[in-house]
């Protein structure tokens, strides 16, 4: 049994006006509650450190540049480093990331016990449009933001066991999950920031969203055998609402842990490692049983082609 105590930390809202120190704060309370319940890792969610700002059109690059880190950790979250490495807590969070040749990208990042950032990833499907929607009930700029990731899905012993993270709108994706499960990965984090509305198709309903998140992270844990961590920010940030949902997933596919608030909320979990093995050695051992000779289309095209008639 190789058992890591996961605590998914939910965050509620944050607002425009909330500063890095306000929203740290509330993150180190639940990283006090984490240790409370004898937690490995903790996992926070995208854009963990500020209200989801792809929201706002923004022109003055100088009001787009306070929303990026230009390193991590920082002044704001060295405190977050240092708890978790005094309660010997990995943890992992997203954040804004500016590069120090200018570079942006919607990242997180994945420390150990002792504190160090032992993976990074940035985020690779990047959601929305980059120019001002009017035929939107509100905007999501992050193709306006962000540059798609450039690290790829890559998988890190940590633990002693493989981890990998994606992030929100990549949970929907399942070559992610795919070219992590090809790596062993056998815990996939992610953190997300998913509007409650439908901004083009207001009649959806939160009850769909719920179920669309909730579908797209079973499959990937069953289909690749491996434990999946989602954690949301949620509440209404500025008027804008953002739909809960947090969970922990088995490798059979099942939700064994799942938010019941739209608050600040931990959610906990022992999750044995070892109950990968299975999938992974029988329905799913890649090795005997994928067929890759047919699977070319899968990175040869992008969108859809339909055949010569
Ligand atoms: N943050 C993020 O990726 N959110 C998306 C919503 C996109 S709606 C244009 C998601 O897939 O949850």
């Known amino acids: 049994m190789r058992e890591i105590v996961i605590g998914g930390a939910q965050m509620g809202p944050i607002q425009r006006t909330d500063t890095r120190a306000q929203v740290v704060d509330r993150m180190l309370a639940l990283l006090d509650q984490a240790r409370g319940a004898c937690c490995d890792l903790v996992v926070f969610p995208e854009l963990a450190l500020t209200t989801f700002f792809p929201r706002w059109y923004m022109e003055d690059p100088a009001e787009v540049e306070a929303w990026f880190e230009t390193e991590m950790p920082n ?48 985020k690779i499907h990047l959601p929305g449009h980059s120019e001002y929607d009017h035929d939107r009930a509100f905007q999501h700029l992050e193709k306006r933001y962000f540059e798609p990731g450039d690290l790829g899905f890559p998988v890190w012993r940590n633990l002693d066991a493989w981890m990998g993270m994606c992030i929100c709108n990549d949970r929907r994706w399942p070559e992610v ?34 179920y669309h998140s909730d579908l797209s992270m079973t499959a990937g844990a069953y289909q690749n055998a491996s434990w999946v961590v989602g954690v949301a920010k949620a509440g209404d940030e500025d008027g804008h609402p953002l739909m809960a949902g947090s969970i922990i997933v088995d490798p059979n596919g099942f939700v064994v842990a799942r938010a019941e608030t739209e608050g600040d909320e931990l959610i906990v979990y022992p999750c044995d490692m070892d109950l990968c093995a299975f999938g992974k050695s029988t329905i799913f051992d890649f090795a005997r049983h994928r067929r890759t000779e047919h699977y070319g289309r899968i990175t040869a095209q992008t969108g859809v082609e339909y055949p010569d008639t």
């Open 177 to 210: 999950y795919r070219v992590m499960g090809l790596q062993g990965a056998e815990l996939i984090m992610l953190g997300y920031n998913t509007p409650s509305v439908n901004s083009q198709a207001s009649a959806e309903g939160l009850e769909q969203r719920l």
């Open 75 to 122: 002044a704001a979250t060295q405190p977050l480093f240092d708890r978790a490495r005094t309660y010997g807590i990995a943890i992992s969070f997203g954040y804004a990331e500016r590069t120090p040749d200018g570079h942006h990208f919607n990242t997180s990042i994945l420390t150990d016990k002792a504190g160090e950032i032992v993976g990074k990833y940035r």
